[in-house]
């Protein structure tokens, strides 16, 4: 019996110990934890949320929370020179022009389908299509028509393409924003499946080293889009493979008729980036400067081959999904917020009254000179010809002769490998880039 009472003793001193090695153990990995910091340019933090509530026999959405905040200032730009931020300033008017146009050709009846319009965006679409070098790549979804005319496209490109005319660059088989330019532009077509264009980017990324190049590739994806499968694995592919993905997470409140407060349960989407193990950043979409700082760090990150970056960028859209949405299922009172936040009054206001960079009078003329440029564009698609039957046929597969597709910097690159004695084997050969 002593010996069993001392072997109790021993097997309780060693189960003492244990637990002590554990608690040790754990406490030890509590202390080696990771941590993560999201960076926030924004000078302002809305506190409100939407809920769903029901009124009389009909679920209504209902905003609550602190809708009296003063707006805040534009962030000066790390970056930007006074020059720079009147191109922004004057793309982003354009961009604004051009679809209240559009929307006065859908009410004449001259718009083949619908219309979906980027009212509210246009800071975040084209300061950040302004960061891309003419070799960087980008791949734009349908309210990144700001980002359009930055890479090129003339507005007029953009009205033909929604009235299917037969100078638009689908010559008249499309009439939605899936166009692009992959020879001279550096512009993926947008798809209609939400989120396929981050690996289409990702597999251009890669495309590029392998012809020796560490290249910037930007694209978008709305809040709902985000949370597709593909989404998931195109960034995480990416991250993998530190290829220069550059991913603007578009929050615009919305995802067709259903807030954010009901798509996910993150506080920011830009938290999100902690799980693929790359930056975040979140930024105020209605603040060009800090739209453009950030695209612009992430792309420079981009080319230095240090992989990509998850970029939020907050805002509201102050449209219905697309034209025939007349958006009745928004609060008023969360329109009234955002619309104090117009990203081009701000960004105007910036200039003339702030930096005082522009004065009214040079203001007046530059919207007068896009009024101009958008009034010839405008007629330009309204006089242009209808796509004839018969081309329809044309097109379609690709046919012996019509293009060759090459590499565009440059053949992959070998070395001869070496045997085990150290002589080059010229027989055999490998690639100087290797997927990780």
Request: include cysteine; hydrophobic fraction near 35%; aromatic fraction near 8%.
């Amino acid at each position: 019996m002593a010996k069993k009472r001392k072997s109790s003793k021993t097997q309780q001193r060693g189960s003492s110990n244990g637990r002590g090695q554990r608690a040790q153990s754990i406490s030890n990995s509590l202390t080696n934890q990771r941590t993560y910091t999201i960076s926030d340019y924004r000078l302002e933090k809305p506190a409100f949320q939407v809920r769903q509530v029901r009124v009389g026999d009909e679920l209504q959405y209902e905003v609550t929370g602190d809708l009296s905040a003063p707006v805040p200032p534009i962030r000066d730009s790390k970056y930007l020179s006074q020059k720079q931020c009147i191109e922004i300033y004057r793309w982003m008017l354009l961009n604004r022009k051009m679809e209240q146009a559009l929307e006065n050709l859908y009410k004449q009846g001259k718009v083949v389908g619908g219309v979906y319009f980027g009212l509210g965006q246009e800071a975040c679409s084209c300061a950040s299509a302004y960061a891309l070098t003419p070799d960087d790549w980008m791949a734009p979804m349908i309210r990144n028509q700001g980002s359009l005319l930055v890479r090129g496209f003339s507005a007029r490109d953009v009205m033909m393409q929604y009235m299917a005319k037969a100078g638009s660059p689908t010559k008249g088989r499309d009439a939605s924003s899936h166009f692009g330019d992959i020879q001279k532009r550096n512009v993926v077509a947008p798809t209609s499946t939400l989120g396929d264009l981050i690996p289409v980017l990702a597999g251009v990324a890669l495309g590029a080293r392998l012809q020796g190049r560490d290249l910037a590739v930007m694209t978008y994806i709305g809040d709902a889009g985000q949370s597709t499968g593909v989404t998931y694995e195109g960034v995480n592919f990416a991250a993998v493979q530190k290829l220069g993905l550059v991913l603007f997470v578009e929050n615009n409140l919305w995802g067709y008729s259903t807030p954010c407060d009901l798509q996910f349960c993150v506080k920011d989407l830009a938290e999100r980036a902690i799980a693929y193990g790359i930056p975040g950043v979140i930024v105020d979409g209605t603040d060009a400067c800090q739209v453009y700082d950030a695209a612009h760090e992430a792309c420079e990150r981009a080319r230095h081959g240090q992989g990509p970056t998850l970029i939020e960028a907050k805002m509201m859209r102050m449209k219905g999904h697309a034209i025939h949405d007349a958006a009745d299922y928004v609060p008023k009172p969360l329109f009234e917020y955002w619309r104090k936040r117009d990203p081009v009054a701000r960004f105007e206001n910036y200039l003339v009254d702030v930096k005082k960079w522009l004065t009214s009078d040079e203001n007046r003329a530059l919207i007068a000179d896009v009024d101009r440029e958008l009034e010839a564009d405008r007629n330009f698609a309204v006089e242009s010809p209808m796509p004839t039957p018969e081309s329809a046929a044309g097109g379609v597969y690709c046919e012996e002769g019509c293009h060759e597709i090459k590499p565009k910097y440059g053949m992959p690159k070998f070395r001869v490998t070496k045997s085990a004695a150290g002589t080059p084997n010229p027989k055999e050969k490998e690639a100087v880039v290797h997927l990780k």
